[in-house]
């Protein structure tokens, strides 16, 4: 089944503890994502990949690391997480077409608690 | 930065009532993408508008671009309670790479029974 797999889908951390949300798809995706979602705030994307070894910022990448050594996969680290990094986290995944868009695939989400 | 703006954030309705989401882009778009997140669950992929004024209908769903690209709407008729979620709208600039969809903060509706 094509997916993208997000793990763990859970997470109740410290401040200041390092973490890594893993994210990996099975579709032969170009493009990946991470997103977070809170309240009012709708969608906001943290970096995004265009292909291996290629990364750039989102709109809020502070306190956020990625890394893409390999075209399935594309975690999420918090070096040293706060409870402003509290939220729901989406990683998603496309082709990358001539016409610039193509349809996302996310996963299921990561809720993550940071105390 | 270029935003896209996503009215009204909330929308309560009673079953068979309609409802409609707008989207409002302060420039013009290569397309617009549409997708819904039911309660507890990850958005999914809805519909896709590339051309100016184009309709695309699925079942009671309803989406339109407008004619200057800049905004599009989705329309749902005699809504249902399966119809409960958030919808969002997301927007591609021209000349935009995949990493530039920018979408709007979301229309959550609820549908009494």
């Known amino acids: 089944e094509a997916q993208v797999t997000q793990n763990p889908r859970y997470l109740i951390t410290v401040t200041g503890k390092k973490l890594t949300v893993t994210c990996s798809q099975n579709m032969n995706h170009e493009y990946m994502s991470w997103y977070r979602q809170d309240p009012g705030l709708g969608l906001r994307q943290i970096y995004y990949?265009?292909?291996?070894?290629?990364?750039d910022k989102g709109d809020v990448p502070e306190g956020y690391k990625v890394s893409r050594k390999e075209k399935r996969n594309f975690p999420l680290i918090l070096e040293s997480p706060s409870p402003n990094q509290t939220s729901l986290y989406f990683c998603a995944s496309s082709r990358v077409l001539a016409s610039g868009a193509n349809v996302l695939t996310f996963g299921a989400g990561s809720r993550l608690t940071v105390l | 930065g270029q935003q896209v703006m996503q009215i009204p954030q909330y929308q309560h309705v009673q079953e068979g009532e309609d409802f409609t989401t707008y989207c409002n882009s302060s420039t013009t778009l290569s397309n617009i993408q549409w997708y819904k997140q039911r309660p507890g669950g990850h958005p999914v992929f809805l519909i896709q508008?590339?051309?100016?004024?184009e309709v695309k209908k699925q079942k009671r769903l309803t989406f339109q671009f407008g004619e200057a690209k800049k905004n599009s709407s989705l329309h749902i008729t005699a809504t249902q309670t399966t119809d409960v979620g958030t919808y969002f709208c997301a927007g591609l600039n021209y000349g935009g790479s995949q990493g530039n969809l920018i979408f709007g903060k979301g229309t959550k509706l609820s549908v009494k029974p």
């Open positions: 508008l590339v051309k100016s004024g």
């Open positions: 990949s265009m292909n291996v070894e290629v990364t």
